[in-house]
């Protein structure tokens, strides 16, 4: 007797199809076509979630360099203040203070100075 695979062929594509919704023309309803956009989604997608990172990092320099120059200072002095102050917040807080804390950053950038 011989083995058909028409039952567990036709859940692959389905899955494929399924995934692959929303794609334009061909890419969502012929299987090839599927298959290859979704491998260069994933793709799309992998490298997209490393450069969140970079994007985020650069967001948060950004508003501690606003932040820092109102009260006359730059980024860079400010960074190497805080290391020689001996302080380690990572630019992520340090962003989050200057937002909604101002109060307590001022403090954080007159110690910077005064070191």
């Avoid at 309803?29 to 994933?42: E, H, I, P, V, Y």
Wanted: aromatic share 8%.
């Amino acid at each position: 007797m011989r083995i058909k695979f028409s039952v567990a062929r036709h859940a692959r594509k389905k899955k494929v199809l399924k995934r692959a919704s929303g794609y334009y023309g061909d890419k969502s309803r012929r299987l090839r076509m599927a298959t290859q956009q979704l491998d260069k989604s994933g793709v799309h997608a992998y490298v997209g979630r490393k450069d969140k990172k970079t994007t985020y990092r650069q967001l948060w320099i950004t508003r501690i360099n606003a932040a820092v120059r109102e009260e006359g200072l730059s980024y860079s002095k400010f960074i190497s203040g805080l290391a020689k102050a001996n302080i380690t917040l990572n630019r992520k807080m340090l962003s989050e203070m200057a937002i909604k804390d101002p109060v307590s950053f001022k403090k954080l950038v007159d110690v910077v100075k005064a070191a």
